[in-house]
Nanobody, 124 residues
Framework: QVQLVESGGGLVQPGGSASLSCVPS????????MGWYRQAPGKSRQLVAA???????KYADAVKGRFTISRDNAKNTVYLQMSSLEAEDTAVYYC??????????????????WGQGTQLTVSS
C-alpha cells in the first residue's frame, strides 16, 4: 500500500514562511504527478499546487507568487515552500499523488493517493 508521509507546517505568524515535505513510499516516484491540497474548516479540499513528472507546475490563484512546489526525484520528495502567509492559508495540507495506471472503483483515472494531512496555522 502506498503511503505519503508529510512533515512541516505548525504555527506561523502572518507574513511569515513555512515549508512542507512529502515522501511517498511508491517506487518509480518520478513518473507520478504530485500535488498539495488544503482543507480549511467548513470548506472542501482544494488544490493548492501541482507538479507533473516533467516538472510543469500549476497553482491556485490564491497562492500564486507566494507558494512554490518542487520535487527532488533522487530523494523521492515533493516540497511546498510558502511565504507571505496569511490567515486565510490556515488549513490542513494534504500531499497527493496521481496514479494514471490505477483505476478508481468507478473506473475513472487517475487514482489518488493521499497523505494523512498536516496542520498549518497562520496566526499572531
Amino acid at each position: 500500500q502506498v503511503q505519503l508521509v508529510e512533515s512541516g507546517g505548525g504555527l506561523v505568524q502572518p507574513g511569515g514562511s513555512a515549508s512542507l515535505s512529502c515522501v511517498p513510499s511508491m517506487s518509480m516516484f518520478s513518473f507520478y504527478s504530485m500535488g498539495w491540497y488544503r482543507q480549511a474548516p467548513g470548506k472542501s479540499r482544494q488544490l493548492v499546487a501541482a507538479i507533473t513528472s516533467a516538472g510543469s507546475t500549476k497553482y491556485a490563484d490564491a497562492v500564486k507568487g507566494r507558494f512554490t512546489i518542487s520535487r527532488d526525484n533522487a530523494k523521492n520528495t515533493v516540497y511546498l515552500q510558502m511565504s507571505s502567509l496569511e490567515a486565510e492559508d490556515t488549513a490542513v495540507y494534504y500531499c497527493n499523488a496521481k496514479d494514471v495506471n490505477r483505476s478508481n472503483e468507478d473506473g475513472t483515472r487517475p487514482y489518488n493517493y493521499w497523505g494523512q494531512g498536516t496542520q498549518l496555522t497562520v496566526s499572531s
